[in-house]
């Protein structure tokens, strides 16, 4: 499977949150060209603020490898990492990661701040972002717009 395949997954991850009422983000670990976990986002359903779908997704992998080390991992995630994410991708030393839809409020690969440039820390992981970046930013465009029409109609999401 390629990069563009590896996305795909992670956006039916993002489908699955948002079908659950979450942010529609998701996300897939890559190992040796095999996916190893996944993750979506569970913040609301969960009351847990770390629940984002990179957190999930990192979780899963340790427990499938039995470390927290992940050097010759990939990960694939439809929405530009916070720096939340991103401290936990680095503690993690993901090989790569691959976004689709940059994130202007809250980024942390570029958008608002970029912590993977950073020569000071002690791991570098390599950066792609963009990939399928149109459906990335349509399902979070979609989810944000049918919840704005709700609160106008006075339900709650």
């Given amino acids: ?31 040796g060209g095999q996916v190893i976990a996944s993750g979506s986002n569970a913040p609301i359903a969960s009351h847990d603020p770390t629940a984002h779908a990179e957190i999930q997704a990192l979780r ?9 080390r992940m050097l010759d991992c990939e990960m ?17 030393r993901l090989k790569r990661v691959v976004f689709g839809a940059s994130d202007p409020k809250t980024g942390a690969a570029g958008s608002v701040i970029d912590l993977f440039v950073n020569p000071r820390l002690n791991h570098q992981t390599l950066l792609q972002g963009g990939l399928l970046e149109s459906e990335c930013s349509g399902l979070l465009q979609t989810f944000f717009q049918e919840r704005r029409q709700c609160a106008r109609a006075g339900n709650n999401p």
Avoid: K, S
């Fill in 60 to 68: 899963a992998a340790a427990n499938v490898l039995g470390n927290y």
């Fill in 1 to 31: 499977m390629d990069d563009a395949g590896f996305m795909a997954l992670a956006l039916v991850q993002a489908r699955m949150a948002m079908a659950a009422g979450e942010v529609p983000v998701g996300a897939v670990l890559v190992r």
């Fill in 76 to 92: 694939f995630v439809t929405l530009e990492p916070c720096a939340m994410c991103v401290g936990a991708i680095l503690q993690a």
